[in-house]
T-cell receptor, first 113, second 111 residues
Framework: GDSVTQMEGPVTLSEEAFLTINCTYTATGYPSLFWYVQYPGEGLQLLLKATKADDKGSNKGFEATYRKETTSFHLEKGSVQVSDSAVYFCALSDAGNNRKLIWGLGTSLAVNP | DAGITQSPRHKVTETGTPVTLRCHQTENHRYMYWYRQDPGHGLRLIHYSYGVKDTDKGEVSDGYSVSRSKTEDFLLTLESATSSQTSVYFC??????????FGPGTRLLVL
């Protein structure tokens, strides 16, 4: 079945460092891909999404490109801030199946000043 | 922000007691979901609803039941709470697109 694999954390960076969180997927169809962020003590928020191959999603300085050839949707940010400390989840849509999403296990990011 | 509330936000209960968690939305979205979040397991789908009175099981439905008698409310019931059901429970909704919007969560501790 369809699945999502994201890099294990925790990831620890210094402020202004470059961030990459890897996400790869397996899917039989043409899913949409998502990144969600969860700040401490809160629910998940949509960070960005892409609905077809070669689309780039972007928000708050974060970017991810839907790469069908490598089945990847890696999250990047050029210069992280302490306020980016959170858990990041990659997900894909279970096409046609009641709008369910298939989730990665999450990657914890800690940014130190 | 999507209008989703969950109640209660925190609950402590004893093993063997029934517990009901409520998810309320003001977005008139068709789809609603209950997840649990546990360290090392990410998010796991418990039950979901695709319309009033239309529900189905997710991957970890044993020990849980749900009801949706109106569009805005989706109830999750732990029939007889066990310590393994100690978790953080999230409700999510989805409407015109595949994007899901999440509530703030309910922290449940079963003693």
């Amino acid at each position: 079945g369809d699945s999502v694999t994201q890099m294990e954390g925790p990831v620890t960076l210094s402020e202004e460092a470059f961030l990459t969180i890897n996400c790869t997927y397996t899917a039989t169809g043409y899913p949409s891909l998502f990144w969600y962020v969860q700040y401490p003590g809160e629910g998940l928020q949509l960070l960005l999404k892409a609905t077809k191959a070669d689309d780039k999603g972007s928000n708050k300085g974060f970017e991810a490109t839907y790469r069908k050839e490598t089945t990847s949707f890696h999250l990047e940010k050029g210069s992280v801030q302490v306020s980016d400390s959170a858990v990041y989840f990659c997900a894909l849509s279970d096409a046609g199946n009641n709008r369910k999403l298939i989730w990665g296990l999450g990657t914890s990011l800690a940014v130190n000043p | 922000d999507a209008g989703i509330t969950q109640s209660p936000r925190h609950k402590v209960t004893e093993t063997g007691t029934p517990v009901t968690l409520r998810c309320h939305q003001t977005e008139n979205h068709r789809y609603m979901y209950w997840y649990r979040q546990d360290p090392g397991h990410g998010l796991r789908l418990i039950h979901y609803s695709y319309g009033v009175k239309d529900t189905d099981k997710g991957e970890v439905s044993d020990g849980y039941s749900v009801s949706r008698s109106k569009t805005e409310d989706f109830l999750l019931t732990l029939e007889s709470a066990t310590s393994s059901q100690t978790s953080v429970y999230f409700c999510a909704i989805s409407g015109g697109t595949e994007t899901q919007y999440f509530g703030p969560g309910t922290r449940l501790l079963v003693l």
